[in-house]
């Protein structure tokens, strides 16, 4: 059963850190990435990474966000830091299946940043 699963969104101050966890299970992964969507607006890259540990970061965050995974645990991280009212979105964890190419996505988590 294909699962993606995160945790650590919340509420913080602007200026502030947080950081955001996913678990990928029951397939082989590629690329696994981050999105975010902020109401009233289409969902948006933040940050990808291959099994490799290539990164790709959108402008918007590039130096103050920091994208990990842990292959052993089929695990990625968002690392946020300098956080802006701006960055208040739901954000989604993406992994593509390693053989198909196939896009899985979980069920996103809050983050809000207060000014």
């Known amino acids: 059963q294909v699962q993606l699963v995160e945790s650590g969104g919340g509420l913080v101050r602007a200026g502030g850190s947080l950081r955001v966890s996913c678990v990928a299970s029951g397939f082989s992964i590629s690329i696994m990435g981050w999105y975010r969507q902020a109401p009233g607006k289409e969902r948006d890259l933040v940050a990808t990474?291959?099994?490799?540990?290539?990164?790709n970061y959108a402008d918007s965050v590039k130096g103050r966000f920091t994208i990990s995974r842990d292959n052993a645990k089929n695990t990625v991280y968002l690392q946020m830091a300098s956080l802006q009212p701006e960055d208040t979105a739901v954000y989604y964890c993406?992994?593509?299946?390693?053989?198909?190419?196939?896009?899985?996505w979980g069920q996103g988590t809050q983050v809000t940043v207060s000014s």
């Open positions: 993406n992994a593509r299946h390693l053989w198909t190419g196939k896009a899985y």
């Open positions: 990474i291959t099994s490799g540990g290539s990164t």
